[in-house]
């Protein structure tokens, strides 16, 4: 993280401390912000492989959403990256799905990349998938990180598909209460009624509890083949939350867990981008 995007959170976490002291709802009203503000200026992100093809844009709740068509196969694949991070980031596989016969596409989220907008929610993520798809498609198969996985499994509760297609899910981000304690914890914010009325404020703006954005309850209703690779000691989106629905035994569902890789590093990896092209094949 930046030093300038550092000290605009250290800033926002010192405003929330001192309005929670004040009043639980305003200081909640700044954290669902900071939390729905990505960290990292991706603007300037460029890449080689993506100059090379056909750029993409449409029109997503009065933002601009930029994104790439690259190659001309008979199936489609969607890149759909995690918070604070791009299309760009995925460049490295846009070679290997072109020669698996993929067209691929990937689009920055907003207040992402190349794309309009300051904030963005799980809720407006998901429904970009839906304009893409609306537009564009439906998708053969999905390449997503972190934020992008919980998007794309909501996305998937409301639309039609089945076993053919092939979802990628690359340390997605399974619990959004998992997130929220992980938060209050790295800004040592500790208390009960600042928590409570966060819960609060996600239920007024999207009508549903934290509890609901979970991919654990998203994925009973997901028809998908899916590929889980997660990290043991990823410290972003925990391990626990991933074995937890490999617990629940979903038939549909391979898990493959990898040690050393992290949060950032593991869709770089050689062998896990292998076993993914291989799963897409």
Known sequence: MKIQKRIKVAYSVGKIKILSKIS???AADELFELFCTPFLETQNVKSEIFKKYQPLSLTFQNKIVYGYSCGAGK????????????????DNYVD???????????????AHGKSEGKTINALEYRDMIL??????????AYICHSFGGLAVMLAHELIEHNEKTKIVLIAPATETTSAINQAFRLASLKSINLKNALYKK???????SPE??????AIKNV?????????????????????????DNPPNVEFVFTQ????????????????IIDFLK
Not at 212 to 217: D, G
């Open 223 to 247: 028809k998908a083949s899916i590929l889980w690779l997660h990290d043991e000691f990823d410290k972003i989106t925990p391990a626990h939350d991933a074995k937890k629905v490999q617990e």
């Open 75 to 90: 199936k489609t694949a969607l890149i759909l990256h995690g918070f604070s991070s791009c299309s760009h980031k995925f």
């Open 96 to 110: 290997d799905l072109i020669s698996e016969g993929y067209k691929v596409l990937a689009f920055d989220a907003p």
């Open 24 to 26: 639980s709802r305003l």
């Open 260 to 275: 050393g890789l992290g949060h950032g590093r593991i869709y770089k990896n050689k062998l896990v981008q292998k076993r």
């Open 131 to 140: 304009n893409i798809i609306k537009e564009f498609g439906s998708p053969d």
């Open 202 to 208: 996600i239920e007024i703006v999207s009508g549903y």
């Open 212 to 217: 609901w954005f979970s991919i654990r309850r």
